[in-house]
């Protein structure tokens, strides 16, 4: 049963450009979270998805940054225009179920994104 | 306001000692996990405590949680070279509808051979 899947797992961007980061969730979970992290901080939430849906988008920069799970196919990070600041490891998380309270969550690679 | 704090931000400490790590936050939660970080790489899930129990063990991990002081504590014991990385613990609050984990800052362990 293989874990959670980013990819890539380096993405580097100029300026301006678009970041498009892709998270395929482990075997039988549809619930996929996005979190990012600066350099020697810890975890950050952005957003919760069940497939087709977006269910808490409340760490999510109102600009520029979107996500999408579809009915088929990976999960996707967009980020648009990206400015130095996005220069992070972003990771996605998948679980089973939920039941009340958040169920484990488990995680993949990350990816990592450099703004130059 | 930062929920789940790490304390301390470093330690190091001899192999073959006991390594422990000290988490606290600010509202009532589901359930705390720590996760282990290798420098540079994903999180690795260590344990879950609900927020009705007090105490959980896996293998040489013993995780405690008092819910009247808001605080966890991980102890690792018989520390390994190999048991060098950041530990972070996330907290799942009470919110409705919340699914989200909030981190802490994370505790850098170093273990010296």
């Known amino acids: 049963n293989a874990g959670v899947m980013q990819n890539p797992r380096h993405l580097v961007r100029r300026r301006g450009q678009e970041a498009r980061l892709r998270c395929s969730p482990m075997?039988?979970?549809?619930?996929v979270y996005w979190y990012r992290q600066l350099p020697e901080e810890g975890l950050k939430f952005m957003v919760y998805?069940?497939?087709?849906?977006?269910?808490?988008e409340s760490g999510m920069p109102k600009e520029r940054f979107s996500a999408e799970f579809p009915k088929e196919g990976p999960s996707i990070l967009r980020i648009q225009q990206v400015v130095r600041g996005d220069s992070a490891a972003y990771f996605c998380?998948?679980?089973?179920?939920?039941?009340?309270?958040?169920?484990?969550?488990?995680f993949g690679p990350g990816t990592r994104l450099t703004v130059l | 306001s930062q929920q789940g704090e790490e304390d301390p931000q470093a330690l190091s400490i001899q192999e073959g000692e006991n390594a422990t790590m000290n988490c606290s936050y600010k509202?009532?939660?589901?359930?705390l996990q720590w996760y282990r970080q290798n420098s540079g790489r994903g999180l690795v899930h260590l344990i879950l405590?609900?927020?009705?129990?007090r105490e959980k063990h896996s293998g040489r991990l013993r995780v405690t949680l008092d819910t009247s002081k808001k605080s966890s504590s991980l102890l690792i014991t018989a520390s390994r070279a190999a048991d060098t990385a950041s530990y972070f613990c996330?907290?799942?609050?009470?919110?409705?509808?919340?699914?989200?984990?909030?981190f802490g800052q994370g505790t850098r362990l170093t273990i010296n051979p």
């Open positions: 998380a998948s679980s089973l179920r939920t039941s009340g309270g958040t169920d484990t969550q488990y």
């Open positions: 075997k039988g979970h549809s619930h």
């Open positions: 998805l069940q497939k087709e849906n977006i269910i808490d």
């Open positions: 509202t009532s939660i589901n359930n």
């Open positions: 405590i609900r927020s009705n129990e």
């Open positions: 996330a907290t799942d609050p009470v919110i409705q509808g919340a699914q989200k984990l909030v």
